[in-house]
């Protein structure tokens, strides 16, 4: 053996002998070892950034190197073609599609007489139902009448005007001229749903009576866009059913526990809510018409020269001392004291009936969507079957037989 055997004992197998490093090998060597180093690269890469952010600044071009161009851009003024000017015209009259368009509901009613009712919630620009009145409609006189108010503790009330001018005169709706069978419906409830109130103002016959609630925000509004459209108007009074306050029809309610003078400030805040009403119809209240309380109220309602009417929910009360003479009517039929599309059109069928053999017939209803689609459905071809109608007012007025249009 040439080598000595601690040398083949101690050197790993297969790795050459080492050989003595001259100066150039040693100096590489050393290198290699430092750059191996991870701060010395750390120290590289921050030198290799810092100098691309100093170029950066320096050079004050972030997208340095990309291609680029600059454009000038002038701005010319539009040509304007010549047009040789025309000989003046002799005036003629505007066409239609010349007058400018109204821009509001309360604008085209001003100016035109139409009534212009939108679906709730809807804007301006979506689909508007028109009904136009016919030339020959009866027109209701304007509300309020200077003749018939009076300033009150809660507003404005109606009253007797002289020479015992009344409300209920001049504030109805005229009956036209016919003869046959008369029927009479009276509408309630109005004035709070919005799509309920349009849906009656524009839907239904003119000739049918609304009542308004005092409760509604645009109550005021939605009665005039009524008598607008000729419906003659009502204001219900909220009283004290049977069953209060388990069933309660709101504030201001006429009670029977409560005194004259209390009752008589209610009546006063409800009179105040809205003008041009030619009577009072009840809201609830069958235990207060059944009560020797009530009688102040009829008579309070008689001396502004206004009427009443029973809307016919409640039970029939006894006899009411009437000493003031107050008109007073009751509704013999309820058409929807049952909510279903054939219970209504059976009592639509009744009054009609009731109507053909006793002259007259007056019904009342609730406003709501389903009543009035069924009233509308039924009164599109009266005219055909020799039914008219007529306003509520016919059968306070006198101009109904006194057995339905009378209490007393």
């Known amino acids: 053996m040439t080598e000595p055997a601690d040398d083949i004992l101690t050197r790993p197998l297969g790795v050459a002998e080492a050989q003595p490093a001259g100066p150039d090998r040693g100096r590489l060597a050393g290198l290699r070892a430092r750059a191996r180093d991870p701060r010395v690269v750390a120290g590289l890469l921050a030198a290799a950034l810092a100098g691309a952010v100093g170029l950066v600044l320096a050079l004050g071009d972030p997208r340095g190197g990309e291609p680029r161009v600059r454009v000038a851009i002038t701005l010319r003024e539009p040509s304007r073609a010549v047009v040789p000017e025309a000989p003046p015209a002799a005036p003629v009259a505007a066409s239609p599609a010349a007058i400018p368009q109204q821009r509001s509901a309360e604008e085209v009613e001003t100016a035109s007489g139409v009534t212009v009712v939108r679906p709730a919630g809807s804007a301006p620009s979506e689909a508007v139902v028109i ?118 029809p709101g504030p201001q309610t006429l009670l029977t526990a409560l005194k004259g003078p209390e009752n008589a400030d209610r009546l006063a805040w409800a009179l105040a809510r809205f003008p041009g009403y030619v009577g009072l119809v009840n809201l609830m209240g069958a235990k207060l018409m059944a009560d020797p309380a009530f009688e102040p109220v009829l008579r309070e309602i008689g001396a502004r020269g206004l009427g009443f009417v029973d809307d016919g929910t409640g039970p029939k009360p006894a006899a009411t001392p009437n000493k003031a003479h107050t008109p007073l009517a009751r509704a013999e039929i309820v058409l929807d004291a049952v909510a279903r599309p054939d219970a209504i059109d059976a009592e639509l069928a009744r009054a009609e009936a009731q109507a053909r053999s006793g002259g007259f017939a007056l019904a009342s209803a609730a406003g709501t969507l389903l009543t009035v689609e069924r009233i509308a459905r039924w009164a599109r071809d009266l005219d055909a079957r020799g039914i008219r109608l007529v306003p509520v007012s016919v059968a306070l007025r006198g101009g109904a037989p006194k057995r339905v249009s009378r209490a007393e």
């Open 131 to 248: 009904r136009v009145p016919p030339a020959n409609a009866p027109r209701l006189a304007p509300a309020p009448d200077a003749r018939l108010i009076e300033p009150g503790r809660h507003g404005l009330m109606p009253r007797l005007g002289d020479g015992r001018v009344r409300a209920l005169d001049v504030y109805a709706r005229p009956e036209e001229p016919g003869t046959g069978p008369r029927i009479a419906i009276l509408v309630t409830g109005l004035g709070i749903g919005q799509s309920a109130t349009a849906a009656a103002t524009v839907r239904l016959p003119p000739a049918i009576s609304l009542a308004f609630t005092p409760y509604g925000a645009e109550t005021e509004r939605a009665a005039a866009r009524a008598r607008d459209a000729g419906h003659e108007v009502f204001l219900q009074v909220p009283m004290e059913p049977f069953d209060y306050p388990d069933s309660d």
